[in-house]
């Protein structure tokens, strides 16, 4: 019997530790493509080869662009340390907390910016800057759970987007390809982080 390597961006045992297949109750329309089954206490699991795919194809699209050219978005708390560890090692622009109005749509504001990518860790508590992004014809990725919406989402990556665990392992994951693609690192370097660093305990 051949030993056939996952193929995966990490150990798959990294993914399960960080729970970033667990769901919710709840399930859009949507989302129930990425369920890989519903556990007996209610809550669904999700696909983790199609969680894979689809953060691959996020950084894919990530490193068409300039690390200035991107923007971050993430309201809840889980994400903030992930976020400022990511903007630290890569430059891409992050906010964290609330989302200013109009930093995207008013050129009068000193703090107008024009990123030409947007992230939004969930698109729910983020749905401002999901507007904004929406507006102006901004392509835009999304962490979503199963109980999310995909409305005007041009990438969808499932995940439990709740969890600091399984937020910070994707943002590990995202600075270390984003940065091999862009050539920040060799290809077969690893990034001068942990996991642990992209977490709150």
Not at 94 to 110: D, F, M, Q, S
Not at 125 to 145: H, Q, R, S, T
Request: glycine share 6%; hydrophobic share 40%.
């Amino acid at each position: 019997m051949s030993e056939e390597p996952e193929n995966l961006l990490i150990d798959s045992k990294e993914y399960l530790k960080s729970g970033i297949h667990i769901g919710t109750k709840f399930k859009t329309k949507y989302m129930a493509n990425f369920i890989y089954k519903t556990r007996p206490d209610g809550l669904s699991v999700l696909n983790l080869k199609k969680i894979d795919e689809r953060i691959a194809l996020a950084i894919n699209m990530m490193s068409n662009y300039a690390p200035e050219d991107i923007l971050v978005i993430c309201r809840r708390e889980n994400g903030w340390k992930a976020l400022k560890k990511l903007h630290k090692l890569t430059g891409i622009k992050v906010i964290t907390g609330r989302y200013p109005p109009g930093i995207l749509t008013n050129p009068k504001l000193e703090t107008f910016i024009e990123p030409k990518l947007m992230f939004v860790c969930d698109p729910w508590p983020d749905k401002n800057a999901v507007e904004d992004a929406f507006k102006i014809g901004m392509p835009l990725i999304a962490l979503c759970d199963t109980n999310n919406q995909s409305n005007n989402l041009d990438l969808v990556v499932p995940c439990n987007n709740k969890g600091k665990k399984s937020v910070g392992l994707l943002f590990y994951l995202v600075a270390r390809d984003y940065m091999r693609k862009r050539g920040m690192l060799k290809s077969d370097e690893e990034l001068p982080a942990q996991i642990e660093d992209f977490v709150d305990e």
